[in-house]
């Protein structure tokens, strides 16, 4: 079992920037992919970043490339999303996942935290 705990979420104004740290802790095994999904109210889950624990390449979804950045502490066994220049459409429940595979599938994710929730407005 693996268990992951989100914070830093709150509310932040148009081109402003928040971190998200994902803590996890349990059976948290260097193969393990960590992963930042986001849902906003009536949409779909979708894949934010994702990282693997061990390193490696990262993915980012389109929306997320050139703003976001996911990162890894395998001392502290957390990950980090830093996320600049935040627009309204980036508003949201932030979820952090864990599974085995590099993907942006989130049914692929095995382990999910609670969320943190962003809201990008002035």
């Known amino acids: 079992q693996v268990q992951l705990v989100e914070s830093g979420g709150g509310l932040v104004q148009p081109g402003g920037s928040l971190r998200l740290s994902c803590a996890a802790s349990g059976r948290t095994q260097s193969r393990y992919v960590l992963g930042w999904f986001r849902q906003a109210p009536g949409k779909e889950r979708e894949f934010v970043a994702a990282i693997r624990r061990s390193g490696g390449p990262t993915y980012y979804s389109d929306s997320a490339k050139g703003r976001f950045t996911i990162s890894g502490d395998n001392a502290e066994n957390t990950v980090y999303l830093q996320m600049n220049s935040l627009e309204p459409e980036d508003s949201a429940a932030y979820y952090c996942?864990?599974?085995?595979?590099?993907?942006?599938?989130?049914?692929?994710?095995?382990?999910w935290g609670q969320g943190t929730q962003v809201t990008v407005s002035s």
């Open positions: 996942a864990a599974g085995l595979l590099l993907t942006i599938q989130k049914n692929d994710y095995i382990y």
